[in-house]
């Protein structure tokens, strides 16, 4: 009998699972999309988002320069969309990224997820450190992209930049610059609450400075889609009307043909802006007015410029923090909706309206490019239970569209809704008194 300590000793067959099994070769066994469940097979089976390149390498270095002196203290002029630069004062346009990459082009040939490099996701372990060697006087200058875009070099006063499209959600594809002054922005919020004073919070009026008002840049993501949806219901035509009863106890009834309605629609959205923070997703109307912020929309994003830090030299931005694949359920009950709209005008002989009861979106391709918008911000902290309710008063950056929540007086409001009661109800009894 051999030795089992002898290498040549003939060894036993491993089962599976056993550490000296050898994994089999790459492709050895193709994987077949057919043996797979329905979801997991549809996502094997989709095709790779397609990237579109606005990464502006020549800006990499962190370093803006003016294009006629070279110099790196650029600012954004107030009121326009120009750069201006500060030691030679020429003044130049960003390129619109509308035109350099055909983001206006080619929507109902859409196909499959495009996504510009800006928008793609997010990665968990990104720093938020950028480093930049200066090349005036070699020393190193770190911007932190939690609470900054820009910095200066201590030594040589070169302004540096972040430009390079990180993939912590921090730089976007494109800005659209601010054209609303901040003393225009004090003004429109002024007149704002001026209307509301009268049932607005003691404690309010007198802690409201609207000089306090910031100036953000806010994360959208901008989304062109082309779709189809179906929805069907029942729509009802009045055949005839009538009361029974008097007095108060009149009644009006209604008779009515029902019938069953279906409607296919298909359809391009050019630009839809879709928020790509969570924070300012959560419309908890408990806890913040967030959805006052939607109020001020439509952005003129055919405006928007190709992604300079130099536009945010002296204002904060809130970086993004959703994905492509977080966003599109926002997407598609954004489509229903324009779905919804689209045949509403094909359903005008149901005079007694039509309940949709089934509906269907089929996204056939988008295209997503992450943009900076910008937005005029008021706050007001009104205490309470549950940490209390953020007010806001916000103003689109671009038309001057203003909208707001002011913290009312409760009794304010129940006093004069009794003082109108009684005044229409001495109304009614005149005209009552007065016909008899």
């Known amino acids: 009998m051999s030795d089992p300590r002898d290498p040549s000793h003939p060894r036993p067959l491993r089962g599976p699972g056993s550490p000296r099994d050898v994994p089999p070769e790459p492709g050895s066994f193709p994987l077949d999309p057919d043996t797979l469940p329905m979801p997991i097979r549809e996502e094997v089976l989709a095709p790779d988002p397609v990237a579109i390149d606005t990464s502006a390498e020549e800006l990499k270095d962190g370093l803006n320069r003016c294009p006629k002196c070279g110099a790196t203290d650029i600012r954004h002029r107030a009121g326009s969309d120009l750069l201006v630069c500060l030691y030679c004062r020429h003044e130049w346009h960003g390129e619109r990224v509308e035109e350099q990459f055909g983001l206006g082009e080619g929507i109902d040939a859409l196909r499959g997820t495009v996504v510009a490099s800006g928008a793609k996701d997010i990665a968990a372990d990104a720093e938020h450190l950028r480093s930049f060697k200066c090349a005036g006087c070699g020393a190193e200058v770190t911007v932190n992209t939690e609470t900054s875009m820009t910095a200066r070099c201590h030594w040589c006063r070169h302004v540096f930049g972040v430009n390079e499209q990180i993939a912590n959600g921090a730089v976007p594809d494109a800005i659209l610059p601010f054209r609303i002054?901040?003393?225009?922005?004090?003004?429109?919020?002024?007149?704002?609450?001026?209307?509301?004073?009268?049932?607005?919070?003691?404690?309010?009026?007198?802690?409201?400075?609207?000089?306090?008002?910031?100036?953000?840049?806010?994360?959208?993501?901008?989304?062109?889609?082309?779709?189809?949806?179906?929805?069907?219901?029942?729509?009802?035509?009045?055949?005839?009307?009538?009361?029974?009863?008097?007095?108060?106890?009149?009644?009006?009834?209604?008779?009515?043909?029902?019938?069953?309605?279906?409607?296919?629609?298909d359809f391009t959205v050019d630009d839809l802006p879709l928020e790509s923070s969570s924070g300012r997703r959560n419309l908890d109307v408990r806890s913040n007015t967030n959805n006052i912020i939607n109020t001020i929309l439509p952005f003129d994003t055919k405006n928007a410029v190709?992604?300079?830090?130099?536009?945010?030299?002296?204002?904060?931005?809130?970086?993004?923090?959703?994905?492509?694949?977080?966003?599109?359920?926002?997407?598609?009950?954004?489509?229903?909706?324009?779905?919804?709209?689209?045949?509403?005008?094909?359903?005008?002989?149901?005079?007694?309206?039509?309940?949709?009861?089934?509906?269907?979106?089929?996204?056939?391709?988008?295209?997503?490019?992450?943009?900076?918008?910008?937005?005029?911000?008021?706050?007001?902290?009104?205490?309470?239970?549950?940490?209390?309710?953020?007010?806001?008063?916000?103003?689109?950056?671009?038309?001057?569209?203003?909208?707001?929540?002011?913290?009312?007086?409760?009794?304010?409001?129940?006093?004069?809704?009794?003082?109108?009661?009684?005044?229409?109800?001495?109304?009614?009894?005149?005209?009552?008194?007065?016909?008899?």
């Open 181 to 265: 002054k901040k003393d225009d922005a004090v003004a429109r919020i002024r007149q704002f609450v001026d209307k509301r004073r009268l049932f607005a919070l003691k404690a309010f009026k007198e802690q409201f400075t609207p000089e306090n008002v910031n100036c953000v840049y806010l994360p959208y993501m901008i989304v062109d889609a082309r779709a189809g949806a179906d929805v069907a219901g029942q729509g009802e035509v009045e055949t005839a009307r009538y009361t029974r009863g008097s007095g108060k106890d009149k009644e009006t009834y209604f008779d009515a043909d029902v019938y069953a309605v279906q409607r296919h629609v």
């Open 306 to 436: 190709k992604w300079n830090a130099s536009y945010l030299v002296g204002v904060s931005s809130e970086k993004r923090n959703m994905d492509v694949a977080h966003l599109q359920p926002h997407l598609e009950d954004q489509l229903l909706s324009i779905a919804r709209a689209q045949v509403q005008p094909s359903v005008g002989r149901y005079n007694r309206g039509v309940r949709w009861e089934q509906e269907k979106i089929d996204v056939h391709g988008t295209r997503w490019v992450s943009m900076y918008l910008p937005v005029w911000l008021y706050s007001y902290h009104q205490p309470g239970p549950n940490g209390g309710l953020l007010h806001y008063i916000a103003v689109n950056g671009r038309t001057g569209e203003t909208m707001g929540s002011v913290p009312v007086q409760q009794w304010k409001l129940v006093a004069a809704a009794l003082t109108v009661g009684t005044i229409l109800e001495g109304i009614a009894l005149w005209i009552i008194a007065n016909a008899s």
